[in-house]
Each structure stands twice: as structure tokens, then as C-alpha cells.
């Protein structure tokens, strides 16, 4: 996929050079730039042939039983992923992470 079909997807991220959010909304403005990195990273693992960069964070993903968490939502695993493993980063652990992760995403993705 190229950076526009990526950027699709994305509810925050629309290829601006600067983050509309800072200073109004912390949890967009995160979000925005989580965005932003996965479109990058993405792409260019793509335009490499490096494969998933993500895929590490996939096998957490994974393993904490998010596999089908709003898994028909258009969202690529690989995204939900990344945001998932930073989410978790201020957790006490990431299995603690899960329940206050499906919230946050929810209120922020549905």
C-alpha cells in the first residue's frame, strides 16, 4: 500500500507536517504521531521488501488474547498493535494494560 491508502486509514493522521492536535487534545495528539510512525514505517518496509515491521508487536498483541478485538473495524492489527504496545509502556505490566486499552480505543477509534 502506498502512504496515501495507509493514511486512509488512519482517523488521525492525514499527512500534515505538523501535529494539529498539540496543545489541544494530548491522547489525539498521541495518537496522531503513533499514526504518522506506522505510515512511515509501514511504506518504506514495504517499498524495501522488509516485510512487517510490526510483527513483534502482532506476537504481543497476540499473546495478551487481542487477536479478534474489533478485529472487522477496518484497523490493520498492525496499528492497533503499535498503539497497544505503547499504551501498555505506562502499565504495570501488559496483561494490566488490556482491559484499559480496548477502552481507550474504543472511545477513540469507534
Request: charged letters at 25%.
Amino acid at each position: 500500500m502506498t502512504e496515501k491508502e495507509l493514511m486512509q486509514i488512519c482517523r488521525y493522521y492525514k499527512g500534515e507536517q505538523n501535529n494539529p492536535y498539540d496543545g489541544k487534545d494530548q491522547n489525539k495528539a498521541m495518537l496522531w504521531f503513533y499514526e504518522r510512525c506506522w505510515v512511515h514505517d509501514t511504506s518504506k518496509a514495504q517499498m524495501q521488501g522488509n516485510g512487517n515491521v510490526y510483527a513483534e508487536y502482532e506476537r504481543e498483541y497476540a499473546t495478551y488474547g487481542l487477536e479478534q478485538f474489533n478485529a472487522s473495524d477496518g484497523v490493520p492489527m498492525s496499528l492497533k498493535a503499535l498503539l497497544f504496545n505503547r499504551y501498555g509502556r505506562d502499565s504495570y505490566s501488559m496483561a494490566d494494560a488490556v482491559d484499559g486499552f480496548k477502552e481507550f480505543y474504543n472511545k477513540y477509534y469507534k
